[in-house]
T-cell receptor, first 116, second 113 residues
Framework: GAGVSQSPSNKVTEKGKDVELRCDPI?????LYWYRQSLGQGLEFLIY????????KSGLPSDRFSAERTGGSVSTLTIQRTQQEDSAVYLC??????????????FGPGTRLTVL | DQQVKQNSPSLSVQEGRISILNCDYT??????FLWYKKYPAEGPTFLIS?????DKNEDGRFTVFLNKSAKHLSLHIVPSQPGDSAVYFC????????????FGAGTQVVVTP
């Protein structure tokens, strides 16, 4: 069975450009999470999806960041007008649905974003 | 506001010895704690967890201890093996959260022969 996959694995972009990062969760997982890890830091929560809706967007750093999920499966994280401080590894995780108890989150390998 | 802290960025231990990783937290709303292990260029993988109603959970070579009064948890790996060389993250979940995790900065463990 396939795990969580993310694409691209690496992305180098120029300051001011828009980027899209993609996440394919484990089949059957209704919950999907985005985190990012900046250099020397722990993982920082960005947004959570249950199905196609996002009950918690509290971690998005600014309005340049947005995410969507379609068909209860693939999710795209979009960063507009990228800044150098956006450089980080962006990690996606999925789990069985949130039912009040904790369900293990399975992480993808991440997308390393470098903004020049 | 860093609510989960791992104050040791690195740890070196000899093969066969015990590795002890520490984690402190500040939020009393946390009710579930986890340890994740991460190899380079891979995503974190779940290692072991503990509910706030317990003070110890053991799984093979891995044991997690929770001291709620001190807001401290630790991960013991006995005996340490070369394959344990990785970054270990402590994470915590609030009681009013379904799955949002807050992570520490990680501890790089190196197991030497």
């Amino acid at each position: 069975g396939a795990g969580v996959s993310q694409s691209p694995s690496n992305k180098v972009t120029e300051k001011g450009k828009d980027v899209e990062l993609r996440c394919d969760p484990i089949s059957g997982h209704t919950a999907l999470y985005w985190y990012r890890q900046s250099l020397g830091q722990g993982l920082e929560f960005l947004i959570y999806f249950q199905g196609n809706s996002a009950p918690d967007k509290s971690g998005l750093p600014s309005d340049r960041f947005s995410a969507e999920r379609t068909g209860g499966s693939v999710s795209t994280l979009t960063i507009q007008r990228t800044q150098q401080e956006d450089s980080a590894v962006y990690l996606c995780a999925s789990s069985l649905g949130a039912d009040g108890s904790y369900n293990e989150q399975f992480f993808g390998p991440g997308t390393r974003l470098t903004v020049l | 506001d860093q609510q989960v802290k791992q104050n040791s960025p690195s740890l070196s231990v000899q093969e066969g010895r015990i590795s002890i990783l520490n984690c402190d937290y500040t939020n009393s709303m946390f009710d579930y704690f986890l340890w994740y292990k991460k190899y380079p260029a891979e995503g974190p993988t779940f290692l072991i967890s503990i509910s706030s109603i317990k003070d110890k959970n053991e799984d093979g070579r891995f044991t997690v201890f929770l001291n709620k009064s001190a807001k401290h948890l630790s991960l013991h790996i006995v005996p340490s093996q070369p394959g344990d060389s990785a970054v270990y993250f402590c994470a915590a979940k609030r009681s009013d959260s379904w799955g949002k995790l807050q992570f520490g900065a990680g501890t790089q463990v190196v197991v030497t022969p």
